[in-house]
């Protein structure tokens, strides 16, 4: 099975759009397998759909992912068509992940539901989503959706792999139903397979099978130049996050220690990975300059 390292976007300067040119100029120089972007409205981020076409007609070997998309509270007809229209763009480099839930309890009320409906909108939404990408024509009737002869266009010529998020087991089942592949975040290797067998018992019993090499994670790394103020807010942050596990675990410091638990992962079944700096790094450059030079030895 083949490895593959990514990154997570990373903090641009005062100047967004031109430096984020630079930054996706840069990961195609050094050969970097993929840059994912988040979907976070307010921040200074570069919107993650907008960022990807950025991206695919900047490039010709980057593949370019969402870290993950919001589905619930978006209109599944409109994401099917603006994948569609990536994956023309750049066939076989857009890397669609989902999420249930917005990263801030702020964000919220940017993406609607009904009161405690979003997982069962998230499903209907999903499976609208796939079936846009895959039919000419579809006509669907559901609780929150109503489409007739609806269609998107061009249809890829490969279908899209739709990735999900999350650890809950109630996602875990989702997966095995309804997606293609499993991008995890503050999980152990130990956790992370026991969510693979998670994933993979639901989908034995949907009938279906997840590809061996599907499932991926989320690393966050404090590099060298973080400051001691520094690693210490972003381990507060991963214990209020997950207070059951040492945030020694989930926020690594230094490329060693990456790679070592890269190699953990893999271990237990895991290929895909998104590398994460857990604080704002002092230089993209010198990040990617380190990134290539420590993990690239262990994609294969």
């Given at each position: 099975?083949?490895?593959?390292?990514?990154?997570?976007?990373?903090?641009?300067?005062?100047?967004?759009?031109?430096?984020?040119?630079?930054?996706?100029?840069?990961?195609?120089?050094?050969?970097?397998?993929?840059?994912?972007?988040?979907?976070?409205?307010?921040?200074?981020?570069?919107?993650?759909?907008?960022?990807?076409?950025?991206?695919?007609?900047?490039?010709?070997?980057?593949?370019?992912?969402?870290?993950?998309?919001?589905?619930?509270?978006?209109?599944?007809?409109?994401?099917?068509?603006?994948?569609?229209?990536?994956?023309?763009?750049?066939?076989?480099?857009?890397?669609?992940?989902?999420?249930?839930?917005?990263?801030?309890?702020?964000?919220?009320?940017?993406?609607?539901?009904?009161?405690?409906?979003?997982?069962?909108?998230?499903?209907?939404?999903?499976?609208?989503?796939?079936?846009?990408?895959?039919?000419?024509?579809?006509?669907?009737?559901?609780?929150?959706?109503?489409?007739?002869?609806?269609?998107?266009?061009?249809?890829?010529?490969?279908?899209?792999?739709?990735?999900?998020?999350?650890?809950?087991?109630?996602?875990?089942?989702?997966?095995?139903?309804?997606?293609?592949?499993?991008?995890?975040?503050?999980?152990?290797?130990?956790?992370?397979?026991?969510?693979?067998?998670?994933?993979?018992?639901?989908?034995?019993?949907?009938?279906?099978?997840?590809?061996?090499?599907?499932?991926?994670?989320?690393?966050?790394?404090?590099?060298?130049?973080?400051?001691?103020?520094?690693?210490?807010?972003?381990?507060?942050?991963?214990?209020?996050?997950?207070?059951?596990?040492?945030?020694?675990?989930?926020?690594?410091?230094?490329?060693?220690?990456?790679?070592?638990?890269?190699?953990?992962?893999?271990?237990?079944?895991?290929?895909?990975?998104?590398v994460r700096p857990a604080v704002p790094v002092t230089s993209?450059?010198?990040?990617?300059?380190?990134?290539?030079?420590?993990?690239?030895?262990?994609?294969?």
């Amino acid at each position: 099975m083949k490895v593959r390292i990514g990154i997570g976007s990373l903090p641009v300067a005062e100047r967004p759009g031109p430096a984020f040119a630079e930054l996706i100029d840069a990961l195609e120089e050094r050969d970097v397998d993929s840059i994912w972007l988040p979907d976070i409205v307010s921040s200074d981020n570069v919107d993650a759909l907008v960022g990807l076409a950025f991206g695919a007609g900047r490039t010709r070997s980057l593949k370019l992912g969402t870290g993950v998309l919001v589905l619930p509270g978006r209109n599944p007809a409109l994401v099917a068509a603006q994948l569609a229209s990536l994956a023309a763009l750049a066939p076989r480099r857009i890397l669609p992940a989902f999420g249930v839930r917005p990263a801030t309890a702020r964000e919220r009320q940017l993406y609607p539901v009904p009161g405690g409906e979003r997982g069962a909108v998230f499903d209907e939404a999903l499976t609208v989503v796939r079936r846009l990408l895959t039919e000419p024509r579809l006509t669907h009737h559901g609780r929150f959706f109503h489409l007739d002869d609806a269609s998107v266009g061009p249809l890829p010529a490969r279908p899209l792999d739709l990735w999900l998020g999350g650890r809950a087991p109630v996602g875990m089942r989702r997966i095995g139903r309804l997606a293609d592949g499993w991008l995890g975040s503050f999980v152990t290797p130990e956790e992370a397979a026991d969510c693979r067998a998670q994933i993979e018992r639901a989908a034995a019993d949907a009938g279906r099978e997840i590809e061996p090499d599907h499932y991926g994670t989320n690393v966050a790394v404090l590099p060298p130049e973080a400051t001691d103020a520094q690693a210490d807010a972003a381990l507060a942050r991963a214990r209020e996050r997950r207070p059951d596990v040492e945030p020694e675990q989930l926020v690594l410091r230094g490329w060693a220690a990456v790679r070592e638990q890269i190699i953990r992962f893999v271990d237990v079944g895991l290929t895909k990975f998104v590398v994460r700096p857990a604080v704002p790094v002092t230089s993209w450059r010198g990040f990617l300059d380190e990134f290539c030079t420590e993990l690239k030895g262990l994609e294969n």
